[in-house]
């Protein structure tokens, strides 16, 4: 599940998606994110269709709730029929039902980060930084395993 926008980290996570794909010899799926679709109305079709997925990854915050949201009107149970993950640093998924499975971008690491190198870029144009991994860190909760979650 992916934003509707066309700025880096869309087009990226779509890219990094069908390349997965096409090494897994998988058929892709995508559907768009919409603010205005807070209920996930959007995958009904999907979620009540011949070619359910076993599982939704969401590269937003609003993702997990669409997805859960739109799962219990289709009567997909999570995680026993859909396994579900999305980027957020939302506490509140916590105590979702069933808690929800986020993956942490560390934004506040990625963005002082970001502002140093263009600090730097714009202080020494000539000087082209080394590239910076932030790693993700994700939050294994009971809709991503079919399995009990320990802690």
Same mark, same amino acid.
Do not use: M
């Given at each position: 599940m992916a934003g509707p926008g066309d700025e880096h980290y869309t087009r990226s996570c779509l890219a990094a998606y069908l390349r997965w794909c096409t090494e897994h010899d998988s058929e892709p799926c995508t559907i768009p994110l919409t603010a205005e679709d807070e209920e996930g109305r959007l995958l009904d079709p999907?979620?009540?269709?011949? &070619? &359910?997925?076993?599982?939704?990854?969401?590269i937003y915050d609003p993702c997990g709730r669409q997805v859960l949201a739109s799962a219990a009107r289709c009567g997909s149970r999570v995680p026993d029929d859909l396994l579900v993950v999305c980027a957020s640093e939302d506490p509140a998924y916590a105590?979702?039902? @069933? @808690?929800?499975?986020?993956?942490?971008? =560390?934004?506040?690491?990625?963005? =002082?980060? =970001?502002?140093?190198?263009?600090?730097?870029?714009?202080? &020494? @144009?000539?000087?082209?930084?080394?590239?910076?991994?932030v790693p993700a860190r994700l939050q294994i909760r009971a809709s991503s395993t079919r399995m009990p979650v320990q802690g």
């Open positions: 999907l979620l009540s269709g011949p &070619r &359910r997925p076993d599982g939704i990854y969401g105590v979702a039902e @069933p @808690p929800l499975s986020t993956v942490s971008l =560390a934004p506040k690491d990625t963005v =002082a980060l =970001a502002v140093s190198a263009l600090v730097d870029l714009i202080e &020494r @144009p000539q000087h082209r930084p080394e590239p910076v991994i």
